[in-house]
């Protein structure tokens, strides 16, 4: 099958042959139906975080499934699925107690003493998120992936496999906002667009928008943002705590980075909850104000939005068929698979919500 490979960082993925095993028994081979370009993805091209090359990227993927081990029972070939890069166990401590999210993933990927999944020749391939769906097929646990029953297109049901679950998981799940309160959102792209959808359908009564770039801001009132703050022009706390009774209830960080980070921090009223959601450089340290503690602020990461995806997933697809979850206008533009690097400098522009990859 084709795929899209990283061989080394910085440099262009290629589109290259890749051979693919047969499904292992609790394993399921899908044929890859689109697949969304996510920032996360570009992390690891530019070298962010660590990974061990060749690599096959992507994670934000939908598809149809071709063949099933002899264990699996949950979905048949033709079926539908959203896959998710929090594969779960079910049996672990952190599964048990509700939180799949920080499963410990013994036993749900292939350990290096057996046949990779991937390769070429004996050159065995990284699985981006143990998904890798810049791919015509990917070969993933069954654990990965949710079953579909609607025949929604699979440009909208990728993106509910990361940008989206990310999102309004971290607003709905890791931060639990509730009605009435007010919201910050620093980063208006894919993610940060879903957090503030997020905190609309949690019933924020002020959502405030965040972002350097003019035309994410607009889009940003399209999903339910009630202010902006154009960032700019710089004193993006003190603007935020400006616009409100001294600072938000909850804010959300969505870009990855260490400024944004403190900011997030920093525009809390008493009492308020900064989520990091981005995904900040390994090795960055992040400075905070040490007495507004005694004021009772905290600040908390969130992964993946805590999702519990089997069950999360099919209700963000009923919220779209409701009209409260915007998906099409995140599409901002469709590609081949040999397009991808576009889609990475489109994204470093910062005019996309969303580049999605159909096959
Ligand atoms: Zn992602
Ligand atoms: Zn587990």
Redesign the pocket.
């Known amino acids: 099958m084709k795929a899209a490979v990283l061989r080394e960082v910085n440099q262009p993925l290629e589109v290259e042959e890749v051979g693919i095993d047969k499904p292992g028994a609790t394993e399921v081979l899908v044929r890859t139906g689109a697949s969304g370009v ?3 993805d570009l992390h690891f091209v530019e070298g962010l975080y660590d990974m061990v090359m060749p690599a096959i990227l992507g ?2 993927a939908a598809g149809t499934v071709e063949a099933v081990g002899e264990l699996v029972t949950y979905v048949k070939p033709g079926d539908r699925v959203i896959l998710c890069l929090s594969v779960f166990c079910g049996h672990c401590e952190r599964c048990l107690g509700g939180r799949p999210v920080l499963c410990s993933r013994l036993g749900v990927v292939r350990s290096p003493k057996d046949p990779p999944r991937l390769s070429q020749g004996d050159t065995p391939f990284t699985q981006m998120a143990n998904l890798g769906s810049f791919a015509e097929q990917m070969l993933v646990h069954e654990h990965s992936l949710v079953k579909v029953n609607d025949d929604l297109p699979f440009e909208q049901l990728a993106l509910i496999g ?2 989206v679950t ?1 999102g309004l998981g971290a607003a709905l799940n890791t931060a639990k906002v509730e009605p009435g309160s007010t919201v910050a959102v620093i980063g208006c792209g894919g993610v940060g667009l879903n957090i503030i959808q997020g905190a609309r359908l949690a019933g924020a009564l002020r959502i405030i928008a965040i972002d350097a770039v003019e035309t994410k801001l607009s889009m940003a009132m399209e999903f339910g943002a009630t202010d902006v703050v154009d960032a700019s022009g710089g004193d993006v706390d003190k603007k935020v705590r400006d616009l409100t009774d001294g600072g938000v209830d909850y804010s959300f960080e969505a870009i990855g980075k260490k400024e944004t980070a403190e900011q997030s921090f920093a525009m809390l009223r008493a009492g308020g909850t900064a989520t990091i959601v981005g995904m900040i450089p390994q090795g960055t340290k992040i400075e905070l104000d040490g007495p507004s503690f005694l004021r009772e602020k905290r600040i908390q990461g969130s992964s993946m939005g805590s999702n519990r995806f089997r069950t999360d997933m099919p209700r963000y697809i009923e919220f779209y068929k409701q009209g409260r979850l915007m998906l099409d206008e995140l599409v901002t533009q469709r590609m081949k698979l040999d397009q991808v690097n576009e889609a990475f400098a489109d994204m470093k522009e910062g005019h996309v919500a969303r580049s999605v990859i159909t096959f």
């Open positions: 996510c920032h996360s994670h934000e990361c940008g990310t």
